[in-house]
């Protein structure tokens, strides 16, 4: 079935490193992918998402590109804020199954 | 905008005790699920609902009971509770009709069980 994998963290930089998660997806049909950012007590929320190949989603700073040929959705940031520090998640959805699966989570940690 | 609400955000359980946790959504929303969230893991899909009325497995249901008699509202049920079910809940809702599926989340409910 489909599935996510994602680095393991967790991860740490100092502020205004350049970040990178990586993201690679197995899919046997066309899913939109999705990053969720979880800060600490909260539930997840969309960070950004792109639904096709070589769509690009970017919000705060963040950006992924969809790479089909590759088949990954990788997460960067030129320069991380200690505000940025929380757990990251890559998704996909299968529309076809109304389905969303979700990869492990990557931890970020932000020192000053 | 309440979005979506858990109840109740904490709970302690003996083992073989049950409780329900709520979910309640406020957007209309067709497609409500289940996760729960345990470290390394991720999330993974218990139990999710394709309208009123309906329910269906995901990826680990047992254990667990889901009912939606309510478009609103879908309950997440322990009957016997055991130690392997202490983690974070999450529910969340979508309405794939608008298009990709963003899955709005409540806050979460943490659970332990002794």
């Known amino acids: 079935g489909d599935s996510v994998t994602q680095m393991e963290g967790p991860v740490t930089l100092s502020e205004e490193a350049f970040l990178t998660i990586n993201c690679t997806y197995t899919?046997?049909?066309?899913?939109?992918l999705f990053w969720y950012v979880q800060y600490p007590g909260e539930g997840l929320q969309l960070l950004l998402k792109?639904?096709?190949?070589?769509d690009k989603g970017s919000n705060k700073g963040f950006e992924a590109t969809y790479r089909k040929e590759t088949t990954s959705f990788h997460l960067e940031k030129g320069s991380v804020q200690v505000s940025d520090s929380a757990v990251y998640f890559c998704?996909?959805?299968?529309?076809?199954?109304?389905?969303?699966?979700f990869g492990a989570g990557t931890r970020l940690t932000v020192k000053p | 905008n309440a979005g979506v609400t858990q109840t109740p955000k904490f709970r302690v359980l003996k083992t073989g005790q049950s409780m329900t946790l709520l979910c309640a959504q406020d957007?209309?929303?067709?497609?409500m699920y289940w996760y729960r969230q345990d470290p390394g893991m991720g999330l993974r899909l218990i139990h999710y609902s394709v309208g009123e009325g309906t329910t269906a497995k995901g990826e680990v249901p047992d254990g667990y009971n889901v009912s939606r008699l309510k478009k609103q509202n879908f309950l997440l049920g322990l009957e016997s509770a055991a130690p392997s079910q202490t983690s974070v809940y999450f529910c969340?809702?979508?309405?794939?009709?608008?298009?990709?599926?963003?899955?709005?989340f409540g806050e979460g409910s943490r659970l332990t069980v002794l």
């Open positions: 969340a809702s979508t309405d794939w009709r608008e298009g990709t599926g963003e899955l709005f």
């Open positions: 957007m209309n929303h067709e497609y």
């Open positions: 899919a046997t049909g066309y899913p939109s």
């Open positions: 998704a996909l959805s299968d529309n076809n199954n109304n389905d969303m699966r």
């Open positions: 792109a639904t096709k190949a070589d």
